[in-house]
């Protein structure tokens, strides 16, 4: 028989992350694997957001937020998709308490960049380079 992680236990009382069953107990999932596979998807998500925030948004409006902003909500919501991706991996069902709760939360990014975005949007320093149009009547 092979060799159980240290966190396997018998598979009556295994729940907490993903085994293959056998007879007694149960034989992990490498865990570096998942930790990789997790690591490529935070950085493919956090390209893409990258990639279309600005095109959705607008680059203008983005040029005029702060940089601290434009970094933390990205990263967040590329954490909140793996965090999901991570709870729907572990438990039996893919769609359980978890899962809604991240995916709620990169929900609630997402309306606080569209947010961020129209704030910058309605709040942009007016052109003040040309002078208005004259108009002569003679």
């Known amino acids: 028989m092979a060799a159980a ?3 396997c236990k018998p598979a009556a009382l295994q729940r907490t992350h993903f085994c293959a069953p056998r007879p007694r ?3 992990c999932l490498e865990s ?3 930790r990789i596979a997790y690591a490529i998807q935070f950085l493919l998500t956090l390209i893409s957001v990258y990639e279309i925030w600005p095109q959705v948004g ?3 409006h983005l040029d005029l937020m702060p940089w601290h902003l434009k970094l933390l909500l990205p990263a967040a919501l590329s954490l909140a998709v793996v965090k999901a991706t991570a709870s729907a991996v572990r438990r039996d069902r893919t769609w359980n308490a978890v899962t809604a709760k991240w995916l709620a939360a ?3 990014l997402i309306a606080a960049m569209g947010i961020l975005t129209w704030y910058e949007h309605l709040h942009e320093p007016a ?3 040309e002078p208005p149009a004259r108009v002569d009547l003679s």
Do not use: H, V
């Open 127 to 129: 052109d003040e380079d």
């Open 58 to 60: 607008g680059q203008g």
């Open 5 to 7: 992680c240290f966190r």
């Open 25 to 27: 107990y149960t034989l």
């Open 32 to 34: 570096r694997f998942l």
């Open 106 to 108: 990169a929900l609630a």
